[in-house]
């Protein structure tokens, strides 16, 4: 069974972790979020992905210089324009050479979904393109999916006000496809499977969706990636999983709660690190106290850091109060005088 991953997005929201890391090699509880994605796809009997890619594919190929992540081989699909979900999808199944039924996952998202079980659903269907959902309790926030009662897909309502619609059922960005279903995406220009060929789909009654009550989230914003660490931290029985990396210095008088502590990362006396993940190698100063934030560079001593990002460049310094900001602002690898094209995320 053949997969193609989407993981060509700039990773915006999680700036500046991501300038350093792309965003599906950043850890989830110590383990890449990339990683943890393919072995759930593994389970559900994937063996070979195709990592969709719109820029640099060299950090991925370090991470799994073997081309292997566990059981799954990998090969990759990099795009020389972003050609968004569709066309992503188009150029990657056919630079892999998929023919046959196929799986397509984003690479941000964090589910337990059995895989498995959503490829047995859309067989039995005799669909074109089958979808997973998850149940969402603000539907006014998501792109909503309408079933009946077999299934099918009757419509998509954007984020829905009140009265809009009765289902309150999200995609969950993981795909089943038919071969049948590249003629829809060529793969040659941009083009979206959300806004142009799920719709095409569903006008040829072909499109259906299965539901379940997973775990699910989709992991690329700040507040949802501390979300994810500290769940799968919480609930694991893996002593992988564990909260503090059993290479990471804490001192005893640190406090630490509802956080992960990464790899090799330093927290010293007195420090307090609540509702934060520390990514490898982040050094937290005696007396320090992180909030909320993620920090891959240094905070100095007795500082306080609130709602924010620090990446592996960034630096707080000693008795520094830092709320609500990104340290630092702009990519070092940047030329100064040229700020970034804006990307898709």
């Known amino acids: ?38 072995n759930s796809l593994a389970r559900g009997g994937v063996t070979h992905a195709v990592l969709a890619l719109g820029f640099k594919p060299e950090p991925f190929m370090a ?17 020389d324009t972003p050609l968004d979900t569709a066309g992503a999808i188009g150029f990657a ?80 960005g993981t795909y089943v496809l038919e071969p049948s279903a590249l003629v829809r995406m060529p793969g040659d220009q941009k083009l979206s499977i959300e806004r142009v060929v799920f719709p095409q789909m569903v006008a040829d009654q072909s499109l259906f969706a ?14 949802t990636f501390i979300e994810a660490n500290v769940h799968v931290s919480k609930r694991s029985a893996q002593a992988t999983d564990a909260p ?25 006396d007195g420090a307090q690190i609540r509702h934060s993940v520390l990514l490898p190698g982040a050094q937290i ?14 905070v100095g001593a007795n500082s306080q850091v609130t709602n924010s990002i620090i990446g592996s460049t960034g630096v707080v310094g000693d008795n520094e109060v830092c709320n609500n900001a990104s340290v630092p602002a702009h990519d070092p690898a940047q030329v100064p005088e040229k700020s970034p094209e804006k990307s898709p995320e």
């Open 210 to 223: 299965m539901w379940s009550n997973d775990y699910w989230i989709d992991a690329g914003r700040p507040d």
């Open 93 to 172: 199944a056919r630079t892999a050479g998929i023919s046959e039924t196929f799986v397509v996952a984003n690479g941000d998202v964090l589910t337990d979904l059995d895989i498995a079980s959503l490829i047995s659903f859309h067989r039995q269907h005799g669909a074109e393109g089958t979808i997973s959902l998850t149940p969402v309790s603000d539907p006014s926030q998501y792109g909503i999916v309408e079933t009946d009662e077999n299934g099918r897909v009757l419509r998509f309502v954007e984020k829905p006000q009140p009265g809009m619609t009765t289902s309150n059922f999200a995609s969950a």
């Open 244 to 268: 503090i990396h059993p290479t990471a210095t804490v001192s005893a008088s640190a406090v630490i709660i509802d956080s992960v502590i990464g790899e090799n990362a330093t927290v010293l």
């Open 1 to 38: 069974m053949h997969a193609v991953v989407l993981v060509g997005g700039f990773g915006t929201r999680l700036r500046p972790l991501t300038y350093s890391i792309p965003k599906p090699l950043l850890p989830v509880a110590h383990t890449s979020m990339l990683e943890r994605l393919m």
């Open 63 to 79: 991470a799994f210089p073997k081309d292997m992540c566990g059981s799954v081989q990998l090969s990759y699909a990099v795009e």
């Open 285 to 298: 100063g005696q007396g320090a106290v992180v909030i909320d934030s993620l920090v891959m560079g240094k």
